[in-house]
């Protein structure tokens, strides 16, 4: 009988054989759950992203009235609401679109400071820019960025003209600013940007035709939130 196991010896064996093949599952599904953690890691974020921000707009106090001498102009300042979208051609270059609206009062300034409020416009200035992304410092990533603005000026109404057309104008624009990683999806922003935007403007004073220049130059200051899709 020397082929047959001992009952004791055989109760061992099953034991061991038991134990050896719940380490083997529980080593599979280890490699499973690894697996899928580093697929999770490579996945790519979307190229998508919106970012909702509250923009202060800060014009030049510069102008003229082409016809009178000393003449100046300056323009009041806002703050409004602004949505972006942008899209990633890779992890560091990107293209911006911002789009918001506002309204400028013209006041009338050195030898025509008597005029006081001439007018008021509000401006569509759709902005695009091609912006450079920094990606080393983890969830700070700072960018740059520099594009064309055209700006669409509407619902122009006078105050002392008597008549006031602000016309359409091209503009370079630079920016700088970066967003704040807080999770795979959601992130802060702050970014500055410059308009080069001195839009010409034809009007009737006192019954008088008379052109001129705003320099507007505005500084848009803005912060907020992003979302990456």
């Given at each position: 009988m020397r082929n047959w196991i001992r009952p004791g010896r055989g109760i061992t064996l099953g034991i061991a054989l038991a134990v050896l093949g719940l380490q083997q599952a529980v080593a599979a599904d280890a490699q499973v759950v690894?697996?899928?953690?580093?697929?999770?890691h490579l996945v790519?974020?979307?190229?998508?992203?919106?970012?909702?921000?509250?923009?202060?707009?800060?014009?030049?106090?510069?102008?003229?009235?082409?016809?009178?001498?000393?003449?100046?102009?300056?323009?009041?300042?806002?703050?409004?609401?602004?949505?972006?979208?942008?899209?990633?051609?890779?992890?560091?270059?990107?293209?911006?679109?911002?789009?918001?609206?506002?309204?400028?009062?013209?006041?009338?300034?050195?030898?025509?400071?008597?005029?006081?409020?001439?007018?008021?416009?509000?401006?569509?200035?759709?902005?695009?820019?091609?912006?450079?992304?920094?990606?080393?410092?983890?969830?700070?990533?700072?960018?740059?960025?520099?594009?064309?603005?055209?700006?669409?000026?509407?619902?122009?109404?006078?105050?002392?003209?008597?008549?006031?057309?602000?016309?359409?104008?091209?503009g370079g624009a630079v920016q700088v600013g970066f967003d704040y990683a807080l999770d795979q999806h959601w992130g802060v922003n702050f970014d500055v940007k410059k308009l080069f935007l001195e839009p010409k403007f034809d009007a009737v004073v006192g019954g008088a035709n008379v052109t001129g220049k705003a320099k507007l130059n505005p500084w848009l200051i803005g912060t907020g939130v992003s979302y990456r899709f």
């Open positions: 690894h697996a899928r953690k580093g697929t999770a790519e974020p979307s190229p998508w992203q919106l970012r909702l921000r509250t923009l202060a707009v800060i014009t030049d106090d510069k102008g003229n009235v082409n016809e009178i001498p000393g003449s100046g102009l300056s323009f009041s300042d806002t703050a409004i609401p602004e949505l972006d979208v942008t899209y990633y051609f890779s992890d560091n270059l990107a293209a911006e679109l911002i789009l918001g609206t506002t309204h400028a009062n013209i006041y009338g300034e050195g030898t025509i400071g008597g005029l006081a409020k001439i007018g008021k416009t509000w401006v569509l200035p759709p902005t695009l820019t091609l912006q450079y992304h920094f990606t080393d410092s983890g969830a700070f990533k700072p960018y740059i960025g520099a594009g064309v603005n055209y700006s669409i000026f509407y619902n122009q109404d006078t105050g002392s003209a008597d008549a006031l057309h602000v016309k359409n104008a091209f």
